[in-house]
């Protein structure tokens, strides 16, 4: 499974554990989806409550997506303070974030991932077990002064499709990370809503779960993640690839 499926099966538990009934619930908040890191910043900040009846300890660590259980060998150039906390039912607590200074591309984004686990603490047993509930969210390190507005990244997008395999293809042309949160296909029947990510000045595929329809080219209808983590939809255009 690749890291980031584990990602997405991970945060698929935090939602069931916190949705199920009597004994699982998920006590930790944290304010926003996403965040982004200006370069030019000395520290950002993270705030993370308990609204909870029991006390929790919360621990932060970053990655780069690589799934790494050894959370010493991992080399991400961030700093949580404090990177372990306690968090008392009702208690907010603001966490700051800093960048260590190591090189890392100043003509694009750059992405990482933000990770909380939620303990309980010793005394607090929930049907004989103690769980562990894990939330990841995307950090951008946005370099200063890069071109073009981070707001209009999704609309440049450029697709293509191939019918045959009905796969979609989408070249990112700008220095920022664009994430779809929703993806259609006008005209493609039995499809549910896709997601993609596409880093910056490099290009994805995804494989399309059914048939797509074959034209010269599709409409696509997408919500795209903004840098508050809010969607703004907005709609393109995929041509056909050459041969199909």
Known sequence: MSAAARRWSALACACVLAAGAAGARADLSVD??????????????????????????????????????????????????????????????????????????????SQFWINFME????????????LQINLSMKLLFRPKGLAGDPR????????TYHAAGAVLAAENPTPYSVTLRTLRVRGAPDAAPQSLTVAPYSSARLAWPGPLPRAQELTLDYEAVDDLGLAAAGTARARAAAGT
Do not use: C, H
């Open 32 to 109: 926003g989806t996403r965040f982004v890191y200006p370069a030019q910043n000395k520290s950002i900040t993270l705030r993370t409550g308990n609204p909870g009846s029991a006390p929790i300890l919360v621990q932060i660590w970053l990655d780069q997506g690589e799934g790494q259980d050894d959370l010493a060998r991992l080399e991400a150039p961030f700093v949580p303070m404090p990177p372990l906390f306690r968090l008392d039912p009702g208690e907010r607590k603001a966490i700051q974030l800093r960048y260590t200074g190591e090189p890392l591309p100043q003509d694009r984004e």
């Open 119 to 130: 303990v309980p603490t010793a005394g607090e047993r929930r049907d004989g077990l103690r």
């Open 152 to 159: 209009k990244a999704p609309g440049e997008l450029r697709w």
